[in-house]
């Protein structure tokens, strides 16, 4: 009998993560295309809600989406009046994206939706074991993230934080 590498998907860690995070994404983008939005275009809107007016480069960053994808899907957003784009006063090389009073309507209601789609997620889920889910996920990623996205140490853990208090 020849011996041969074994992958059990229902163990395997990727296919886990990809699993669920495909699921959430099929959920969300029922709601968004009520809307005319996509998930990446989501991810913009929501990212300038926390953040306020950011550069372009930094958007592409926050959101994992490729910068040359970024500059078509801004465009797109533009156009649908939910966000401007400008040059940075810094720089004419940099643009800088914002929602408009619009996108931030849509933003405000499109929140709840979201957060109530984590919570039917994270159902059953102690609060514990969230906190250490996030921590897990947030170390997984600066492990194995671009070299360029390593230069920041690991966001501080959610019990790191708890202990510090």
């Not at 099929?26 to 998930?39: K, N, P």
């Not at 619009?102 to 074991?129: C, F, M, Q, T």
Request: include cysteine; hydrophobic fraction near 45%; charged fraction near 25%.
């Amino acid at each position: 009998m020849i011996d041969r590498p074994h992958l059990e998907l229902s163990e395997y860690l990727p296919y886990l993560i990809n699993r669920v995070g495909s699921a959430l994404v099929e959920r969300m983008e029922q709601d968004l295309a009520r809307h005319g939005l996509s998930i990446a275009m989501w991810r913009v809107l929501a990212s300038l809600s926390e953040s306020g007016k950011l550069r372009q480069i930094d958007i592409a960053g926050m959101t994992a989406i490729e910068v040359s994808t970024m500059s078509r899907l801004i465009t797109r957003i533009v156009r649908m009046g939910l966000v401007t784009r400008t040059r940075s006063d810094t720089s004419n090389r940099e643009v800088t994206v914002e929602l408009t009073q619009k996108g931030r309507a849509l933003v405000n209601e499109l929140i709840p939706v979201a957060r109530n789609l984590e919570l039917a997620a994270v159902s059953g889920l102690s609060i514990a074991d969230l906190a250490v889910t996030r921590d897990c996920l947030r170390q997984m990623y600066f492990n194995i993230a671009p070299h360029q996205d390593q230069l920041a140490e690991p966001a501080r853990s959610t019990s790191e934080a708890f202990q510090a208090e």
